[in-house]
Nanobody
Framework: QVQLVESGGGLVQAGGSLRLSCAAS????????MGWFRQAPGKEREFVAGISWIYRIYYADSVKGRFTISRDNAKKTVYLEMNSLKPEDTAVYYC?????????????WGQGTQVTVSS
């Protein structure tokens, strides 16, 4: 099991920005397909963005043009840069070691980091 530790969440006004980080353990981080997901109160967890081990990148339609996913294999870290935040982006954000390049989530989750966007 890969340990994942998310950080960078917080309270921000609408239109603001945050940068989330997810630090991973494991010797083969560079071979992982990594995803960011989020879960708002009363809603199911949903896919936000994914970056494959060969740097293919995918976004949910709701965040395209506002969020940017990236990775630093030397630091074993994946990032989520979030700009033009909206109140509907409020959720707990989780990173995940995806099962494959389709970013179907595995059971390997971090503890999550809360993002709250005020209007």
């Amino acid at each position: 099991q890969v340990q994942l530790v998310e950080s960078g969440g917080g309270l921000v006004q609408a239109g603001g920005s945050l940068r989330l980080s997810c630090a991973a353990s494991g010797r083969t981080f560079s071979s992982y397909n990594m995803g960011w997901f989020r879960q708002a109160p009363g809603k199911e967890r949903e896919f936000v963005a994914g970056i494959s081990w060969i740097y293919r990148i995918y976004y949910a339609d709701s965040v395209k043009g506002r969020f940017t996913i990236s990775r630093d294999n030397a630091k074993k870290t994946v990032y989520l840069e979030m700009n033009s935040l909206k109140p509907e982006d409020t959720a707990v954000y989780y990173c995940n070691v995806a099962r494959d390049s389709s970013f179907a989530p595995s059971d390997n989750w971090g503890q999550g980091t809360q993002v709250t966007v005020s209007s």
